[in-house]
């Protein structure tokens, strides 16, 4: 859709203003969980400007790589699954940023994030398939934007700033960015228009050389972008320094058609002047200062590339929001990828078997191929699939954070229907269990979900099978918090922690004591705090374990199994089912899928006889435990799958 550039760059302002206002608790827990990896940033078109800004504000607060890639590099890239994906889309439409995203997501990479403008689109129907992705919807208030990116690309850029200063630099001053940045989004300040006339000089060559320092890469990205994709002129963006290994030589061929646009930080002002100075006096040089460091420097280049590619519009006669696209212009933006064709029933099982197998190994069926060791594991996968298809199971016992409710909505209910599957189990003659390392917040979330007629027919383990009783039980857990003597010195140790004091929360319970982070905090960072302070004072008792927003120390004594060896006494001699997420060592689930009959929904034990993960391609969380429980029917004697449910 075409609309007059100008009309655009006027709605900045109005779009800034939404981007300091709109509420971004899920983009910040978002960046709170890529904040442990490498992350890819992807995008198309102005979409990749943003992947370009993200990649940035990832490498400066996270510390960790940031790297930025087009949706087809990014469904042929095989990077480890430990790499969190983002995709960042206005429209959400495309046929590129669609197929990147089922291919990451079957991929199952640890974290996968959408970032998208359009509710409704075609990439948020695939994300409402695949639960577990980060999806955040945030349309701007300009709407949709015309032939360029304009309004949703400095939208999606600013609101990522502040996730990122939010969570990793609470010393830092967000005020003070807005207001070096707020003039730039203004075409009549001061500040733009200095710009607005140092460029006058550059217009009447038809390429220009934008040279940057590493806090403006972004709007050099971004005007190439403009200018190539409006057919503006030439653009050659280069770094002060790479500038100088062989990209000056352009000049000394094709000065006469060359200016130079240098953006000019304080941290890159010294380079900026000394390269500057060395260039022939018959070229056209252009200086933009932008002011403060990252990341306004980051959001002022954006600014600036947005306002200096409307101005070379009028200089040269072409309206960069409606340059008129050709016919077979929009036959390749349409070009529909090549398809995998439909797939047979065979194909979709093997699939799914592979699947199981590389969760397993963490390895892909080719290296095992390689290795010779795939029939090992081919053959341990239906050994454990014949021995659930044939088990008629007494109890089921359920880890509940991340198999019954969402980790990131881990304070709201169950979902309906995974409400309906609990609902169920509880009416067959099998004894239904939770095992949670929470206390009375679960009580209560189940008793608000489940009908009351049932209560007593459910147990509940509370803190990791410390305390026991029906959900219809008031006295359990019994809210004492005067912690055994086992855990005592090592809760005051914990208190008075220099390394943990003001990074992590710190709740005692009778039998555990858990350790959340305030701020951003590595999860093997607090791991390694927990286990040195246990170290130190001698505590060789205590187990830690840890979830995925939390490291747990409990008692010894202290574990989820003992949920399991009480629904065993309720019906000896009957096989038990357990369900849970975090089945990989130290995971809190690791004992409680150690059974016999363990199935996971997400990470999953190095042993062949137990703790599989079943689920389909791409999917895992509460997704898979509802696809599990679905699957389970009542028969004489408790529950039963379905035939064929896992072949």
């Known amino acids: ?40 940033a992807i995008g198309s078109g102005g979409s990749l400007t943003a992947a370009h800004a993200l990649a940035a504000l990832h490498q400066l607060f996270a510390g960790k790589p940031g ?78 934007d015309g032939f360029l990116a304009t309004n949703s690309l400095v939208g999606f850029s600013t609101l990522l700033a502040r996730a990122y200063i939010a ?30 006339n140092a460029a006058e000089r550059i217009w009447g060559r038809p390429a220009t050389i934008v040279l940057y320092g590493p806090s403006t890469k972004v709007g050099a990205v971004d005007l190439e972008s403009k200018f190539t994709e409006a057919a503006l002129g030439i ?43 060395l260039i022939p006096a018959d070229i056209p040089i252009a200086r933009l200062k932008i002011e403060g460091r990252q990341p306004a420097a980051l959001l002022g280049s954006l600014l600036a590339a947005l ?71 081919q053959d341990a996968l239906q050994t454990f699939v014949d021995q659930l298809q044939t088990t008629i199971f007494g109890g089921l016992v359920l880890d509940y954070d991340g198999t019954i409710v969402d980790t990131r909505h881990r304070f709201h209910p169950a979902r309906p229907e995974i409400v309906v599957e609990l609902e169920k189990i509880a009416n067959s003659s099998a004894t239904l269990a939770i095992a949670t390392g929470r206390g009375v917040s679960v009580r209560k979330d189940l008793r608000t979900v ?11 383990g509370y803190y990791n099978g410390a305390m ?5 039980d008031d006295g359990v857990p019994d809210g004492t918090d005067e912690i055994c003597p086992e855990l005592k010195e090592l809760a005051e140790a914990f208190a008075k922690s220099d390394e943990l004091s003001g990074s992590a929360k710190q709740t005692n319970r009778r039998y555990q004591i858990t350790l959340e982070p305030r701020q951003f905090m590595a999860e093997n960072r607090l791991w390694d705090i927990a286990h040195q302070l246990i170290l130190r004072t001698g505590c060789r008792d205590a187990i830690v374990t840890r979830s995925s927003h939390s490291v747990d120390i409990i008692a010894s004594g202290v574990t989820k199994t003992n949920v399991v060896s009480y629904v065993q006494e309720i019906c000896p001699d009957r096989q038990i089912l357990t369900i849970g997420d975090r089945g990989r060592w130290p995971g809190n689930d690791y004992d409680l899928l150690n059974a016999a009959m363990g199935l996971s929904v997400d990470e999953v034990s190095v042993d062949p006889v137990t703790c599989w993960n079943l689920a389909e391609p791409g999917q895992r969380g509460i997704a898979v ?13 408790g529950l039963r799958f379905r035939k064929g449910t896992f072949r």
């Open 450 to 460: 489940l009908p009351e007629g049932l209560w007593s027919r459910v147990v509940v």
């Open 167 to 196: 969570v990793f630099d609470s010393t830092a001053s967000w005020d003070n960015v807005i207001s070096i940045v707020q003039p730039y989004s203004d075409s009549s300040s001061s500040q733009v228009q200095n710009w607005r």
């Open 67 to 144: 790297l930025v890639q087009t949706p087809l590099e990014a469904a042929n890239a095989k990077l480890d699954t430990s790499v969190s994906q983002w995709l960042l889309s206005a429209g959400g439409s495309n046929v590129d940023i669609n197929a990147a995203a089922i291919s990451l997501i079957e991929r199952e990479h640890r974290q996968i994030a959408v970032m998208c403008g359009r509710p409704g689109s075609p990439i948020t129907e695939i994300c409402c398939r695949h639960p577990f992705v980060d999806l955040m919807l945030f349309p701007p208030p300009a709407g949709k």
């Open 1 to 40: 859709m075409a609309k007059p550039y100008a009309l655009e760059i006027a709605r900045l302002q109005e779009t800034l203003r939404w981007a300091l206002a709109t509420d971004i608790e899920n983009l910040k827990n978002a960046v709170k969980t890529a904040g442990s990896s490498p992350l890819s």
């Open 625 to 637: 435990t509802q696809n599990y429980l679905a699957a389970l029917e009542a028969v004489d004697g």
């Open 235 to 277: 653009v050659q963006p280069a770094d002060y320094r790479n500038f100088a290994h062989g990209r000056h030589h352009w000049l000394a061929k094709r000065g006469h058609d060359t200016a130079i646009l240098a953006f000019i930080t304080d941290e890159d002002r010294a380079i900026a002047d000394r390269t500057l100075d």
């Open 468 to 472: 026991i009783g029906a959900l219809s």
């Open 307 to 377: 306002h200096l590619t409307g101005w070379a519009g009028l200089a040269r006669g072409i309206d960069p929001g409606q340059p008129g696209v050709p016919d077979f212009g929009r036959k390749l933006y349409h070009l529909k990828l090549p398809g995998k064709g439909r797939q047979k029933v065979a194909e979709i099982r093997e699939k799914s078997a592979n699947a199981a197998i590389e969760r397993k190994t963490g390895e892909s069926i080719q290296r095992l191929v390689e290795r010779g060791t795939l029939s090992h594991w």
